[in-house]
């Protein structure tokens, strides 16, 4: 069995800009837009770099996202990054219309995803993004679960994809665990790790924590699979109905509310071809609040612990969510 | 001049048979801007109509979608599609869509919009790809008046400042009327010249149906070299139809088969021809 050593803890935002350097590097055609808060969502990297092709646009995301469009439409590719609650809230309608129903090339980076932000509390805590992002047509939604994977998928966004993409990240530095090797590939689920009894499909940083928990489950009895669901829109649909026939159990685990995210996106799925018991893990119907980030993630059940305990509750006949 | 007139009277009349075709639509604010279209795309623009995606095309953003008769009128008067073709507006399976709509194939058409205060912030983008990459083509963008009580649209004129997109130029169709009545009883706008100047465009007011004028002004935002310019053109919602002219029932309206043999007469009346 695949043992997944943690390289060195690292922001995934950190992976997103130097994956956007990278990017840069090879397509002259990039373009950066920042709205302020340039360097806490990374793309100093790209800012330092490449001045001539980053456009400052002040705290006016609405706009941005509007130039992002035109720049599209005249063969850049703009990567606009902004925290998540700002990118795919404020702006929905233009993200909406002017980016998905006009279906163009552009990368809106969601930082600060989850309640791992801390102390800044609700206001800066995304939690319903991946949500409001998924149910856009032509849009791609992308939660990578480490840096290495952050810097993977904002490259291969750039070069193999070509409508809107939302690739959403976090604040705190966390295990920086995937290798740079491992194939990663837009739309395609990753098994890390083998189970008969159920699967666990996480995504973002829940990915690490899945897999500790899965660990502990082992000591008691419980083979848990663990899936790397790292591209929540389009869903790899093959690999979640292959979990459910296979080990008969789902537990989805996210930095989000468990309505409109990952667990409704592999219900969905599974409901109409393979349904099984889905155990939604995340954030249930509440906004977050201030405090480390290790303690709302022990108050929400989102560490190894709370997940390893919650499904033994589950499997035990608890009702839960 | 005269060809002008000539083309603004056609644009209106196939804005008029398109709407009573259609069954429903937006009459009054494609009436108003039908002279401003004329000069845009029969003298001000370079465009080739045979070659919709000509990389050194001048582009026009329509943001207020809803005016998207005027659009097709002018589009298919200027030779991007058959004149035949209007009478489907808003059909289904048509590439009229009720607001244009790019996906559907209509050739000319810049911006899928529709929902307001967002294609300016699209014309920026297109004016700041242009600075980068030195390509000295120019980007248009019709803006209604009561469009301008959305915040967005002040965050791209701030932008647009800042960025001193000379190439950028908005036309704003001042008619004074939206939906609910007058934009001064709505939602006050004056001093609408005074806002744009001092936020640092090139502030030009204009009588939008007098094409000497409307040309001169075009002329005039080409030679600014420092700020993007502003026409606010004043107009009249309807114009050329006195039925129709300065009701704001008429925004979303579209004409009767009843009423358009009536109102292709007082066309030809009102323009004199
Ligand atoms: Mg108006």
Redesign the interface.
């Known amino acids: 069995m695949n043992e997944f050593q943690n390289k060195g803890d690292k922001a995934s935002r950190t992976g997103f800009g130097e994956g956007v350097k990278l990017a840069a590097t090879k397509h002259k055609q990039l373009?950066g837009l920042g709205v302020d808060i340039t360097q806490s969502v990374g793309m100093h990297f790209f800012a330092e770099a490449f001045p001539?092709?980053f456009?400052s646009?002040?705290i006016?995301e609405?706009?941005?996202?509007?130039?992002?469009?035109?720049?599209?439409?005249?063969?850049?590719i703009?990567v606009f990054a902004t925290y998540g609650v700002f990118a795919a809230h404020r702006a929905a309608?233009?993200i909406?219309?002017?980016l998905c129903?006009?279906?163009l090339h552009a990368i809106i980076g969601g930082a600060h995803a989850g309640i791992s932000v801390g102390p800044d509390g609700a206001t800066h805590q995304a939690l319903e993004d991946i949500a409001c992002m998924r149910v856009l047509p032509n849009m791609t939604v992308i939660s990578p679960c480490d840096a290495t994977q952050a810097s993977l998928a904002v490259q291969q966004a750039v070069e193999s994809l070509t409508g809107p993409v939302y690739i959403r990240f976090g604040r705190e530095a966390v295990p920086d665990f995937t290798d740079e090797q491992q194939s990663f590939e837009i739309g395609k689920a990753q098994r890390l790790r083998a189970g008969k009894n159920l699967t666990i499909i996480a995504t973002g940083h829940m990915v690490w924590e899945a897999l500790q928990a899965a660990k502990m489950l082992e000591k008691s009895g419980i083979a848990a699979a663990v899936i790397n669901m790292h591209t929540i829109k389009p869903l790899d649909e093959k690999a979640c109905l292959q979990a459910a026939r296979e080990t008969g159990r789902i537990v989805t685990v996210e930095e989000h509310q468990i309505t409109g995210g990952l667990g409704a996106a592999v219900a969905e799925c599974c409901s109409s071809h393979a349904p099984v018991p889905i155990l939604r893990l995340g954030i249930n119907d509440s906004f977050g609040e201030s405090g480390k980030p290790e303690e709302l993630m022990q108050k929400h059940g989102l560490n190894s612990e709370g997940i390893s305990a919650a499904i033994t509750r589950w499997l035990n006949g608890e009702l839960l969510p | 001049m005269e060809q002008l007139r000539q083309k603004a009277f056609e644009i209106r009349k196939y804005i008029l048979k398109s709407l009573t075709a259609a069954g429903s639509g937006h009459a009054g604010g494609s009436l108003g801007l039908a002279d401003i279209f004329a000069v845009l795309y029969f003298h001000q623009l370079r465009h080739r109509p045979q070659q919709p995606d000509w990389p050194q095309r001048d582009r026009l953003v329509l943001s207020i979608g809803h005016v998207a008769p005027v659009l097709y009128a002018t589009l298919a008067l200027a030779g991007y599609f058959p004149t035949e073709e209007l009478l489907q507006l808003r059909q289904f399976g048509s590439r009229l869509q009720g607001h244009p709509g790019r996906e559907h194939g209509l050739p000319g058409i810049e911006l899928s919009a529709g929902s307001l205060g967002q294609g300016l912030s699209v014309a920026l983008g297109m004016a700041l790809a242009d600075k980068m990459d030195q390509n000295d083509r120019r980007t248009y963008c019709i803006l209604g008046d009561g469009e301008l009580q959305e915040g967005s649209v002040w965050e791209a004129i701030m932008a647009a400042a800042h960025h001193r997109c000379h190439n950028l130029c908005a036309v704003v169709d001042r008619n004074g009327l939206q939906i609910d009545g007058s934009t001064e009883a709505v939602m006050q706008l004056e001093p609408l010249a005074e806002k744009w100047r001092s936020f640092g465009w090139n502030t030009l007011e204009i009588n939008g149906h007098h094409i000497t004028e409307i040309k001169e002004a075009f002329a005039k935002a080409e030679m600014e070299k420092q700020k993007p310019t502003v026409l606010i053109a004043k107009t009249i919602m309807g114009k050329g139809v006195s039925t129709i002219e300065n009701d704001y029932r008429w925004h979303g309206k579209a004409p009767s088969e009843q009423e358009l043999p009536l109102f292709l007469n007082e066309l030809k009346n009102s323009l004199g021809l």
Request: charged share 15%; aromatic share 4%.
């Open positions: 373009v001539e092709r456009l646009l002040g006016a609405q706009n941005a996202i509007g130039v992002a469009a035109g720049l599209a439409l005249s063969g850049k703009p309608d233009q909406r219309i002017s129903y006009n279906n």
